[in-house]
């Protein structure tokens, strides 16, 4: 099938501001975004800049917004998007860096922010090996343990496009998944840095992280209930 | 049978302003329902605007119940949509001086409203109707 792109292109060095550049090929619907970039970038203009590593939906560094959607390139088909002309811009919010890549500083800051690592003091079992937890405790953050990092739910939520100040979405996702396992003790310090104006507070449920999400987090009910634990200061 | 073993803690979170405005945001709007679908029923299509004059608002407070309805709609309609505004213009304010500044002025701009309405609604309608 013949596809005609539009993407998004801006080399801060040469141009004085971003244009969109046209590009026509043939390629199979069953090939990925990605597929078809690498095609371009191989066979048609080798300047063209986008982050990749695994390929496969588990670096999330190639999510990018396809024809005004958040995806990652390679895990959405050509035949997914139902269109013969597709635009692929940058994810929103962040600083361009060249063309599809974009400055992830600010977004691995906010990440930082809220602590996400395991927080406990106490000294380790007696035989020196891992916490224990139940299965069910394990099943609590199951779901914000899928995580990749890739930036598609918080580059796609209007308070984070309004205040970049906003920890977003994915922050509060990784909160979430050390709020809620039984064997953190450091709940109270996260709750804490996300009961603040630019914390849970700012997210309007507008949904667009969770329909985002290439790992379909249940994102806002993930903000749901840290804002619940706030409110009640129970985690169950 | 296999027994749940599902851990439930406590933590100690502290309620702040944020929290506490959230939380108003949504039982004021609950409160909103009733309240301002009766007034917009009321006002706006048994009465009719253009019915309304000085003379059906002394006869309307003449009754404390419409009163307390009247205070009620203020005291909750107003701040909500005042504290709807701060979060809508926080999007656009980036500044913490400008945060500052809009705080403050958006608490003076409701105090003296609902204080003007207050007054309006405890003194009542105290001149005869047609004005002299």
Redesign the interface.
């Known amino acids: 099938m013949h596809y005609k792109l539009k993407i998004f292109r801006f080399h801060p060095e040469q141009d004085a501001r971003p244009h969109y550049q046209h590009f026509e090929l043939d390629a199979d619907p069953t090939e990925r975004v990605l597929d078809v970039l690498e095609q371009i970038r191989g066979e048609q203009d080798g300047t063209l800049a986008f982050r990749r590593s695994c390929a496969h939906g588990v670096c999330g560094s190639d999510a990018m917004r396809i024809n005004g959607r958040n995806y990652l390139a390679c895990k959405v088909l050509l035949r997914d998007l139902n269109a013969a002309e597709i635009t692929i811009e940058p994810i929103l919010g962040l600083r361009v860096v060249k063309d599809l890549i974009v400055d992830m500083e600010p977004f691995f800051d906010h990440y930082k922010s809220v602590l996400p690592y395991l927080i406990n003091d106490d000294p380790l079992p007696a035989d020196g090996r891992e916490r224990l937890q139940s299965p069910e405790d394990r099943e609590r953050f199951d779901d914000t343990t899928k995580c990749i990092l890739c930036a598609a739910c918080t580059t796609s939520c209007p308070s984070f496009w309004a205040n970049g100040e906003y920890v977003g979405p994915a922050a509060i996702v990784n909160a979430h998944r050390f709020i809620y396992d039984s064997r953190d003790q450091g709940a109270e310090k996260r709750l804490e840095i996300l009961n603040e104006q630019m914390g849970v507070w700012r997210c309007r449920t507008a949904f667009n992280c969770t329909e985002a999400c290439p790992r379909e987090i249940k994102i806002t009910q993930a903000i749901a209930e840290v804002k619940r634990a706030i409110h009640t200061g129970k985690l169950e | 049978m296999t027994a ?10 502290p309620a ?1 302003y ?2 506490i ?3 108003w945001m949504r039982y004021s709007a609950f409160l909103l329902i009733p309240l301002v679908w009766g007034h917009l029923i009321l006002q706006d299509v048994v009465v009719g605007v253009h019915n309304m004059d000085l003379g059906y608002v002394a006869d309307r407070w003449a009754n404390v119940g419409w009163r307390i309805y009247d205070g009620l709609l203020l005291a909750f309609a107003f701040a909500h949509g005042v504290n709807g505004l701060r979060q809508v213009l ?3 304010i ?1 500044k913490p001086t400008g945060r500052l500044i809009l705080n403050w002025g958006l608490f003076i701009f409701w105090l003296s409203i609902t204080v003007i309405g207050f007054i309006a609604l405890i003194g009542g309608v105290n001149q005869q109707f047609p004005l002299q």
């Open positions: 749940t073993t599902r851990t439930i803690r406590s933590v100690k979170t702040n944020e929290s405005a959230w939380k926080n999007d656009f980036h």
